[in-house]
C-alpha cells in the first residue's frame, strides 16, 4: 500500500466508526486483510482501536465475528511466517493474536463460539506460543511487533475458558517457560504480561500451589545450577509475586516460594 492507499483505508474505517451503523461488510474485510500492516497508523491506532469499539458496542453481528474468527483459524494468521521471525510476518501473527483476545473476551459474554472451537482455539493458542521466537517490542520504523506481550494476553484470554483441560497445564506453563528461558531477551515489560496470563490461569483453572511451586522450584534451579542469570525469569517471578498480591489472591505456598528463589538469587548473584 502506497501513502494514499493508506490514508483512504484509514477513512473508510473511520467514517464506518463514527456512522455508529453497524459494521459494513466492506469495512470488515478491508480489517482483516490489513491486520498486519505495517503501517502503525492504520494497524494500531485505526483497526486495533476499531476492533474494540465495535464489539462492546455491538456493531457488528454473528456472522461478521465468526468470519473474524474463521478468517485467523482457517488463514492460520498466528503461523505466517512463524518459522521466520523478525520479518514483517510477525505483525500479522501478533495482532492476529490481540483480535482472538477481543473475541473471546466478547463470547465469554455471548456464548456464541461453538465449544469445539473454542477448544481448538485452546490448542492453537499453545501450540502458537510454543513455536514464537520473535523478541522484538518496539521496532523503529513499524511500531509494536509485541508478539510475546500480545500472545500473552491471548493466553490469559483461553486461560478463563471452562474447556481449557488438565492437559493443557503443563502445555500453558511450558509456553511461559519458552519465552523466558529459550527466547528471553525481552525489554517492554513482556515479563509482567506473562505473569499476568499466569495470575489469570490461577483464578480461572485453579490448579494447585504445589503444582505451581514444584514449577517454579524446577526451573529455577535449572538456571541457578548452571550459574545463570536469567534478567527475565527473575522480572517474571518479581511481577507474578506482586501481581498476586495486588489481585488478593491468596497462595502462600507460591508466595513462599517465590520468595525462596529470588532471596537464592541475590545471594548467588548480589543484585536484584
Avoid at 78 to 98: H, W
Avoid at 225 to 253: A, D
Amino acid at each position: 500500500m502506497d501513502t494514499n492507499q493508506i490514508q483512504s483505508t484509514i477513512t473508510l474505517i473511520n467514517e464506518n466508526l463514527v456512522s455508529n451503523d453497524m459494521l459494513q461488510d466492506i469495512v470488515l474485510d478491508t480489517m482483516l486483510e490489513n491486520i498486519g500492516n505495517t503501517n502503525s497508523e492504520l494497524r494500531d491506532d485505526t483497526i486495533y482501536s476499531a476492533w474494540g469499539q465495535l464489539l462492546s458496542n455491538g456493531r457488528v453481528n454473528h456472522k461478521q465475528k465468526m468470519k473474524m474468527l474463521r478468517h485467523i483459524i482457517d488463514n492460520k494468521t498466528l503461523f505466517i511466517g512463524i518459522d521466520q521471525p523478525f520479518e514483517d510476518t510477525t505483525f500479522e501473527r501478533a495482532f492476529s493474536s490481540l483480535l482472538l483476545v477481543q473475541l473471546l473476551n466478547d463470547h465469554y459474554k455471548e456464548k456464541w463460539i461453538p465449544a469445539y472451537t473454542e477448544s481448538h482455539l485452546v490448542d492453537v493458542t499453545l501450540n502458537y506460543m510454543m513455536q514464537e521466537k520473535d523478541n522484538r517490542g518496539f521496532v523503529e520504523e513499524f511500531g509494536w511487533a509485541h508478539a510475546f506481550a500480545h500472545g500473552a494476553d491471548l493466553m490469559g484470554a483461553i486461560a478463563k475458558s471452562p474447556l481449557f483441560s488438565r492437559r493443557d497445564y503443563q502445555r500453558f506453563l511450558e509456553s511461559i517457560k519458552h519465552a523466558l528461558i529459550d527466547v528471553e531477551n525481552f525489554h517492554y515489560g513482556e515479563e509482567g504480561r506473562l505473569a499476568e496470563a499466569l495470575v489469570q490461569f490461577i483464578k480461572s483453572q485453579n490448579p494447585s500451589e504445589e503444582e505451581i511451586s514444584n514449577w517454579i522450584t524446577r526451573v529455577s534451579d535449572e538456571l541457578l545450577i548452571h550459574g545463570v542469570y536469567n534478567v527475565c525469569w527473575k522480572n517474571f517471578l518479581m511481577s507474578f509475586y506482586f501481581s498476586l498480591n495486588v489481585n488478593e489472591i491468596l497462595v502462600p505456598k507460591i508466595s513462599n516460594t517465590i520468595e525462596g528463589i529470588l532471596k537464592r538469587y541475590y545471594q548467588e548473584f548480589r543484585v536484584f
